[in-house]
């Protein structure tokens, strides 16, 4: 087991990664820029490096500083929790190379899913359901609008690297097409360095359905089960849930086998997720991506089956096998997780960045809390506006939200804006309740009831 591990991320995920180090009696070694110099994660972990100045680019995606702060703390492995490097095959490969290890998928496994494109051909050479498209990248406007007439409008145009809907467009027509392409194809390049893109069809009112894995390098993949995502804004999660409040056991079944599949055929090992959309009206589903990495969303997974995910990545990144087989894994009840972001809904998502005067988390013994903030904090404009994830578990799902909403009553925030009103609004609204509603409800239904009104 390793001795000392490097977490080369901030905020509540590098807390989150700190705080399982500490049990496993592993000695933790933050890395901070300058504008986070104050943040929590520095103060608890048992020694801290900074890293660079407060942009990301010369701090936390510097990958020469962050191996050079590994080799000064002498550390065995480093794990990067999600964003920033997580999902960079090449910051693995030098991980690997200074004979640290990396707490994540192989390379090649991560060069293979990192690629839409060709997880999507993956996919469909295992008989994983994928959704119709150009079979690879589209290179120009004129095939693009060839296979968009072949598969019918809408479509959709995404970026065969990077994620968190950047370089995705929905296109309508051949006009929104060729206006699509060219849009996302400069966002993709900006953000990620590549601009490949790929087409395919829209699927109209989908839920947003992902499963959790966990895989070893001894051939042992478990899964742990489903997590519904669909309550987004700009194609980023604000709610996530386990179980789905659509999906019955046959479909379960189905989704799970083919989550865990694709994992195996893709040589891949440690925690990963494998996401789908689902058509609630013919139950049919189609993968989207893998994520190979942690979720911000996995302790909706863990109050479910009492299983610390980031464990069993530590465990398996220094060579064991898991600690326990599919059988072993038990679901129990509901679990519900609300993002609480610095930002102001009514005003275009805007983000908030500012002190917090104020900070008193609600507790319980059903509620748990992931957050970096403390009274006097100051939220830095450099990153994004996460500022904590509640959770709550109860028996079934409308106690979960009653549970929420009680939690969110408990949560003071003194000194800046937030999304918790909305949020809110969310959890009340009875298409929510009734789970009739589809990833573009937050932002779109939501939104244009409070214009009516």
Request: with cysteine; net charge negative; glycine share 8%.
């Amino acid at each position: 087991m390793f001795q000392r591990v490097l977490v080369a991320n901030r905020g509540e995920i590098a807390l989150r990664v700190i705080r399982t180090l500490r049990r496993m009696g592993i000695e933790a070694v933050a890395v901070y820029s300058e504008a986070d110099k104050a943040s929590a994660h520095v103060r608890l972990a048992d020694e801290a490096i900074c890293i660079g100045p407060a942009p990301s680019a010369k701090s936390y995606l510097h990958i020469p500083g962050i191996i050079a702060a590994a080799e000064v703390a002498d550390v065995d492995a480093i794990h990067p929790g999600y964003g920033f490097l997580a999902e960079n095959d090449h910051f693995a490969d030098v991980c690997r190379s200074c004979q640290i290890e990396f707490i994540g998928p192989p390379v090649k496994a991560m060069q293979l899913l990192g690629d839409k494109v060709a997880a999507r051909k993956l996919a469909a050479e295992t008989g994983v359901p994928t959704v119709p498209g150009s079979p690879g990248p589209v290179e120009t406007d004129e095939q693009a609008m060839e296979i968009a007439r072949k598969i019918g409008y809408p479509v959709l145009i995404k970026a065969a690297a990077g994620g968190g809907g950047r370089g995705m467009r929905e296109a309508h027509n051949e006009r929104a097409l060729l206006a699509g392409i060219a849009s996302a194809r400069a966002e993709a390049e900006a953000a990620f360095g590549d601009g490949t893109v790929y087409v395919e069809k829209l699927v109209e009112n989908p839920h947003h359905v992902e499963v959790q894995i966990l895989a070893d390098a001894h051939g042992n993949v478990i899964h742990l089960g489903e997590r519904d995502c669909t309550v987004q804004r700009r194609h980023q999660k604000l709610i996530e849930e386990s179980p789905s409040p659509i999906v019955d056991r046959r479909l379960r079944d189905d989704m799970t086998r083919a989550a865990t599949k694709l994992i195996k055929a893709a040589g891949y090992t440690n925690a990963g997720t494998v996401e789908f959309l689902v058509d609630p009206r013919t139950r049919r589903f189609y993968f989207i991506e893998v994520n190979a990495r942690i979720q911000v969303e996995h302790p909706v997974s863990e109050m479910v089956t009492g299983i610390d995910i980031v464990r069993e990545q530590i465990r398996v990144a220094a060579g064991l096998e898991l600690g326990l087989r599919q059988k072993d894994v038990r679901f129990t009840g509901w679990a519900l997780e609300c993002r609480v972001n610095a930002e102001d809904p009514f005003n275009n998502f805007a983000p908030q960045p500012g002190k917090v005067e104020f900070w008193l988390p609600p507790v319980g013994s059903d509620v748990r809390v992931d957050s970096h903030v403390y009274s006097g904090y100051v939220i830095p404009s450099n990153y994004d506006s996460l500022m904590a994830k509640v959770i709550v578990h109860g028996e079934n799902r409308e106690a979960v939200i009653t549970r929420m909403l009680g939690a969110l009553d408990e949560l003071i925030i003194d000194g800046i804006r937030t999304n918790v009103p909305f949020t809110r609004e969310i959890l009340s609204h009875v298409r929510f309740r009734s789970h009739n509603y589809d990833t573009g409800f937050a932002e779109t239904l939501l939104m244009s009831d409070r214009r009516q009104a």
